[in-house]
């Protein structure tokens, strides 16, 4: 029995869910959902398994008893007839056609044309409709999107694991592919030897490590406020959704543009499909848009971080990750920026750049919510003001989201206790932190928390540590422990022995089955014989 959950459809997809515009009406008469897809826009697209597999859905709808609408609600509904596959009366479903990539996924479309469902067929752990209709409430709005929390926390993990597949290949490529001279008469070196190259691959190396570690907390975090959840503890609850939102966002888009950096880090070969770098692309990048799209997310975050910001300025104290805006001077509104306090930061020190980093997430909310501020004076329009300053509020959102990854890579090391393996994590966390810094060096500079004198420190420093963690380089690679038929890449081979079977490869080709192709007997050979 296949089981998919429905959420996106055609004009809506999976961003603004509260505008979904499925239907599940109850009729208390015969204690029955009646589902509808009203427009074409309701009509649900995407999900994957859904075009030719899965006999069940969970169906995200909004319900409507009692003459009024409650919101959204999940609903089990069954789509097609389990001994023949057919789609059941009531119900248009099918593939939605080719796609970027990921052909072997029957993504698909669903239709509902009052079809109905028992009553029990609500999922109602939180909210309830009772038989004669009367609606019981949750706990929380926020808890009806806990399965959707809990897929954007898996996707961080996965941006890792997919980010840490194609540093595999390229690290392990690059230390077989030798080319060029670095000296005249001397033997080709390794690309790995080129500080190009290792600048190109070592920062992805770090960031795949650095994101392996946010992945596991959190794992670990969701788990944990669901507990406090089923415990009647909802007070994490805005900050695991706030988190989960932002990390997605930043997560994937990093892993993303890595991946391509992989491929192109490989050369010609990298654009071949025996690379695997294609195919983890493909397969990996629809994640920026699923599940919530990227730019969404990170507004999503934003409205967390602009409330909690509001809080602290009216004198209250937040906690958890948030709990360095509290640094606001008495908790009261000053005319200083929060980070234009003094600061001295060791680049040497991963706990220093931790806070080198909060202080520059600390300026750009702050910046973000005066901007917002001083639109809503002008316009007294909540959402035109929110829409003006939404390029502020995306920054804020990633500066806080790199302060989270940088404070829990730093965090991390203290529980490594071998000293050696502690002195390599160590040089991929300066690296992860130095290389953001270099790449970010106005937010740094105009908050005051660099000097001129130290940004060029860390520009030095960058290519010191690319040195230190050549050696390594490989070894942090097989680390991750990829077997060959999972990472799927001739380039990436454990054994290292890669022209003779990408020869081996590239024989077993389709167009190779014959010596001559049957176009040349087609055309080729009718139009030579006119010559």
């Not at 654009?271 to 507004?299: A, H, K, Q, W």
């Not at 360095?324 to 750049?353: C, E, F």
């Not at 007294?380 to 003001?385: F, G, I, L, M, V």
């Not at 960058?462 to 070894?475: D, H, Q, S, Y």
Request: glycine share 8%.
């Amino acid at each position: 029995m296949g089981l998919q959950i429905l959420m996106k459809s055609t004009g809506l997809k999976g961003t603004h869910l509260r505008g979904l515009e499925t239907t599940a009406t109850y009729d208390p008469a015969t204690q029955e959902f009646i589902l509808n897809s009203p427009t074409v826009t309701s009509i649900k697209w995407w999900p994957g398994g859904l075009g030719k597999t899965s006999n069940y859905a969970i169906v995200l709808a909004q319900l409507y008893t009692q003459g009024q609408c409650k919101g959204l609600h999940a609903f089990i509904v069954p789509i097609r007839q389990l001994g023949t596959h057919d789609p059941l009366p009531g119900i248009t479903v099918g593939d939605i056609g080719p796609k970027f990539g990921y052909d072997e996924m029957d993504n698909g479309y669903l239709k509902m044309d009052n079809f109905r469902i028992p009553r029990d067929n609500m999922l109602m752990k939180y909210a309830k409709v009772e038989p004669d209709g009367t609606y019981v409430k949750p706990l929380s709005d926020k808890l009806t999107y806990g399965t959707m929390v809990f897929i954007r926390s898996h996707i961080v993990g996965d941006s890792a694991r997919s980010l840490s597949r194609a540093c595999t290949i390229a690290i392990r490529y690059s230390s077989v592919r030798h080319q060029s001279e670095l000296k005249p008469g001397e033997p080709e070196p390794q690309i790995l030897d080129y500080q190009t190259q290792q600048y190109k691959l070592f920062p992805l190396l770090a960031t795949a490590y650095a994101f392996h570690f946010v992945g596991a907390y959190m794992k670990q975090t969701y788990h944990r406020i669901t507990g406090d959840i089923n415990q009647g503890d909802l007070s994490e609850l805005p900050e695991l959704h706030a988190l989960t939102a932002g990390l997605k966002a930043f997560t994937s888009w990093t892993a993303n543009a890595g991946i391509e950096e992989c491929r192109m880090a490989c050369g010609g070969h990298g654009y071949s499909r025996c690379s695997g770098l294609p195919d983890i692309y493909v397969t990996f990048t629809p994640s920026c848009t699923y599940e919530g799209e990227n730019t969404v997310m990170m507004l999503q975050t934003a409205r967390f971080l602009i409330k909690s910001y509001t809080q602290v300025s009216s004198g209250q104290l937040v906690s958890g990750m948030v709990s360095y805006l509290n640094d606001l001077s008495g908790q009261h509104i000053q005319p200083q920026q929060v980070a234009a306090r003094p600061t001295t930061v060791h680049i040497n020190d991963p706990a220093s750049l931790v806070e080198a980093y909060k202080l520059r997430a600390s300026r750009l909310v702050e910046a973000a919510a005066k901007n917002l501020q001083a639109e809503l004076n002008r316009r007294k329009n909540q959402e035109d003001a929110w829409n003006r300053t939404s390029v502020d509020l995306v920054r804020a959102s990633e500066a806080h989201c790199h302060y989270v990854v940088v404070k829990l890579f730093t965090t991390q090391l203290s529980e490594i206790n071998d000293a050696a393996v502690h002195a390599v994590m160590n040089n991929l966390c300066l690296l992860y932190a130095l290389y953001g810094i270099s790449k970010h060096t106005g937010d740094f500079l105009q908050a005051g928390i660099l000097t001129d004198a130290q940004v060029t420190q860390v520009y030095q420093r960058v290519k010191e540590l690319l040195a230190a963690i050549r050696p390594n380089a490989v070894a942090l690679v097989d680390a991750f422990d990829f077997h060959d038929n999972h990472l799927g890449s001739v380039l990436g081979r454990y054994d290292g022995n890669i022209y003779e079977n990408m020869f081996e490869w590239a024989k077993k080709s389709p167009l190779n089955k014959t010596e001559v192709h049957e176009s040349f007997h087609k055309h080729l050979k009718p139009m030579q014989s006119k010559l």
